[in-house]
Each structure stands twice: as structure tokens, then as C-alpha cells.
């Protein structure tokens, strides 16, 4: 009797599953940020990823952007972020790391900042306070102006994100897909003159399209130094490019957001377009160590015998 009634209680776990599967369960769909309800999530491997970063900063030898910018002071730590009207910019770049933003006021256009850098130096001209500043692109202590923390540079390492040198730095491949997050991360690390690994850079994959979602940059300290994201991308000369990308900087207390109003790839611009020379009567203030202020044109009048060096008003930090 007892084999004949073991298969009574498999029978009844059997209605009570139907039944459970039509009446008391429902299906509910995921809808991420980014792509649509039944959109199926691509799949790809480091090597693909990979090849997408160095393809995208290939593709571009040279850019004259017009953009919409919204700058903003503070930071999410302290609790307080100042958003500012909307300036009209232009940016312009040429390989390998030459970058030029000119700033204008809303409304009257009339110049707000013009910024330049070729490399390592960098150079800041700010006429409503007749200030032209200099100094080296890495900032090693932050200061509590902001205006002397901001860096062409900052700009050129989010919009050209560099490729990744797999021989050199250690590479892992993260899978972060949950119900409100759908993307690859490639996390760069590299070891240290003591031989310890340090997070330099997380580069992040929308799995809707495997487009370029999000970057961060790491100090030393793990601390991030610039966290940039990207929607919105369009095709311009057939290069790829987001038309919408925000820039962060925690550390040095600023924000930036950028809107592509017009963009040419790959045209062509000029060495002329990259020099910056400071205005006649405008302050020189040098930012940082190990910089040489340029020396100060000494004034002739015509038919006057040569003045010597003159000593140019200049602030040293």
C-alpha cells in the first residue's frame, strides 16, 4: 500500500505548482535607463571592448566643436553644487594633446575664459578679472579658488578617452548587470613604484549598443579625479561622437555639462588656433611649481633706443 500511495504526494506538489504558475506568480518586465523593455542585451568579450576604445580615438585626428556649457561649483560630498546660465563654447582639438576652449557670456557673447594647452602647461586667460594665468596640467594640491583648478586638460581626458595599453596595465573585465544597470566595465590597473595595484581608470559599456557610457579616473588614493558620461551619440563626418557628455571633478570642486551644437571631425585645424598670448595690461599669475613665467615684451616708442627687461605684473602661487 505504501508504494501505491508515494506517488499521491508528487501529484498534488504538480496541481499546486499549476496553480501557482496561473494565478499567484506574474511576469514583470526590467526596463532599464538606456534602452527598451525588450531589448536584448548584447553580448562581448575584453578583446571587443578593447578594439571599441582604440577604434573611437583612432577615428579622430581633429575636432572644431560648438557646444552649449553649463558649468557648476561645489561637489555631491559636501552637499552643495551652484549650477551657472548656459555659455556658448567652442573646442577645439588636434592630436596628440592639443586643446583650445574658448567661453561666452550668455547673451552679450562677449568672452568669458579662453584656455589653451599643447601637452604638459596649460594657459588661462579670464578678462572680467584681467587675469591670464599658467602652469602645469597635473594639479597637485587643489586650490580653494576654483577658477585656478580648471584644466584644458580635464576636458581633452574625457572627450578623447585614451586606449587602454594592455601590455602594461593589468586589466579586468566586470559584468554589471542587475534590474537598473546594464554594462560592461573594464577596470585598468596598474602597479605602483612599490609595487602595489592602484585602480587607474574604470571605462564602462551600455550593453543596449556597447557604446562608451562612462568613464572614471583615479588618483593614487582611489579618490576619483574625473568622472565623465556619454548619451546621445550621433555620427558627425561619419565619426561616432556623444552629443551629450558631463564632466565631474570632486576633487577640484567643479562640473561641467556639454551639449554638441555643431561639430566637424576631421577637417582640419590649424597650429595658429593653439596659441594663446597674454593680453597687454592683464595680470600674469603663475599657478603651481616648476613653472617660468614668459618673458614680458618691453614696450619701444618709435626711434627710442632699446629699454631693458621690463618686470611684468605677475602673482606667483
Known amino acids: 500500500m505504501l508504494l501505491r500511495r508515494a506517488p499521491v504526494p508528487f501529484f498534488l506538489i504538480g496541481l499546486i505548482s499549476l496553480g501557482f504558475s496561473s494565478c499567484l506568480a506574474r511576469r514583470r518586465v526590467i526596463a532599464r535607463s538606456g534602452g527598451k523593455a525588450s531589448q536584448t542585451l548584447l553580448v562581448a568579450d575584453r578583446a571587443t571592448l578593447l578594439e571599441?576604445?582604440?577604434?573611437?580615438?583612432?577615428?579622430?585626428?581633429?575636432?572644431?566643436?560648438?557646444?552649449?556649457?553649463?558649468?557648476?561649483l561645489g561637489s555631491a560630498e559636501k552637499s552643495r553644487i551652484t549650477e551657472y546660465k548656459d555659455v556658448r563654447a567652442y573646442i577645439l582639438f588636434r592630436k596628440p594633446a592639443e586643446i583650445r576652449l574658448i567661453g561666452l557670456y550668455p547673451l552679450v557673447r562677449n568672452k568669458a575664459f579662453d584656455m589653451v594647452s599643447t601637452g604638459v602647461d596649460f594657459k588661462l586667460y579670464v578678462p572680467a578679472r584681467n587675469r591670464f594665468l599658467i602652469g602645469r596640467n597635473e594639479i597637485d594640491r587643489p586650490s580653494e579658488n576654483k577658477l585656478e583648478n580648471l584644466r584644458p586638460q580635464h576636458f581633452l581626458d574625457a572627450m578623447m578617452v585614451r586606449?587602454?595599453?594592455?601590455?602594461s596595465d593589468k586589466l579586468l573585465l566586470e559584468n554589471f548587470t542587475d534590474e537598473d544597470n546594464?554594462?560592461?566595465?573594464?577596470?585598468?590597473?596598474?602597479?605602483?613604484?612599490?609595487?602595489?595595484?592602484?585602480?587607474?581608470?574604470?571605462?564602462?559599456?551600455?550593453?543596449?549598443?556597447?557604446?562608451?557610457?562612462?568613464?572614471?579616473?583615479?588618483?593614487?588614493?582611489?579618490?576619483?579625479l574625473t568622472?565623465?558620461?556619454?548619451?546621445?551619440w550621433r555620427a558627425y563626418?561619419?565619426?561616432?561622437?556623444?552629443?551629450?557628455?558631463?564632466?565631474?571633478?570632486?576633487?577640484?570642486?567643479?562640473a561641467v555639462v556639454i551639449d554638441v551644437v555643431k561639430m566637424d571631425i576631421n577637417k582640419g585645424v590649424s597650429q595658429d588656433k593653439f596659441v594663446l598670448e597674454q593680453p597687454e595690461g592683464s595680470t600674469l599669475q603663475v599657478v603651481g611649481p616648476n613653472v617660468t613665467p614668459p618673458p614680458v615684451a618691453p614696450v619701444v616708442a618709435p626711434g627710442a633706443p632699446p629699454a631693458p627687461p621690463a618686470k611684468g605684473r605677475t602673482k606667483k602661487k
Not at 571599441?52 to 557648476?72: K, L, S, T
Not at 577596470?187 to 562608451?212: C, D, K, P
Not at 568622472?227 to 546621445?232: C, M, P
Request: net charge negative.
Open 237 to 254: 563626418d561619419n565619426v561616432p561622437f556623444p552629443k551629450h557628455i558631463e564632466i565631474n571633478r570632486p576633487r577640484d570642486e567643479y
Open 182 to 224: 546594464a554594462f560592461y566595465i573594464i577596470q585598468v590597473v596598474h602597479e605602483n613604484g612599490s609595487g602595489q595595484l592602484q585602480l587607474a581608470r574604470t571605462i564602462w559599456f551600455n550593453r543596449y549598443n556597447l557604446l562608451l557610457a562612462r568613464q572614471l579616473i583615479f588618483d593614487a588614493d582611489g579618490n576619483i
Open 52 to 72: 571599441r576604445i582604440a577604434g573611437q580615438y583612432e577615428a579622430i585626428r581633429d575636432f572644431n566643436a560648438e557646444v552649449d556649457m553649463v558649468p557648476a
Open 163 to 167: 586606449p587602454i595599453d594592455a601590455g
Open 227 to 232: 568622472d565623465a558620461r556619454y548619451t546621445e
